[in-house]
């Protein structure tokens, strides 16, 4: 599937987003997340030389691994705290799902801390402008309650993310 035909990178509420071209059913595959698997040394090394863009848009792949979607749709990934889609691990990789109906010109997101493992330290201030947005994105486990069982209902936190939890 090309994502070409179907979503585009357009200005958003917060700089540049994926934005949906025609309409997506609950449950589609909407992206998949292409880039290269880069070690947690790469990641770090982002930030150190200043290159907080890069840092923040590698999308956690595993215990030890990021996913760096420069160059690709991904890297326009943007966060809300009431999201359209989730982020899926399968063996082919990363992908984001559709949570519910999308129509076309919405913008794509998904929850990053759906990705933060409890022993991730970053924290992000929030503008999505969604009705309970939570101000700050913090790791899953400082996750509200009914939120984290929401997600993991959905199955939109991978595996490796739910492990932290202990
Ligand atoms: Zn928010």
Known sequence: MSTRKYLAVRPVRNGKGIVALRGFRRG???CRIRGRIVSADTVWGYWQRGNTRRGENCFRFDADRYL???GEIGAYANHACN???GIVKD???LKLVA???IPAGEEITHDYSTLLGADDVWTMKCNCGNAGCRRVVRNVAKMPGTLLRRYRRLGVIPEFILSTCG
């Open 28 to 30: 589609a595959t909407v």
């Open 68 to 70: 760096d979607p420069e």
């Open 83 to 85: 999201p359209n889609t």
């Open 91 to 93: 063996a082919r990789g």
């Open 99 to 101: 949570l519910r109906s």
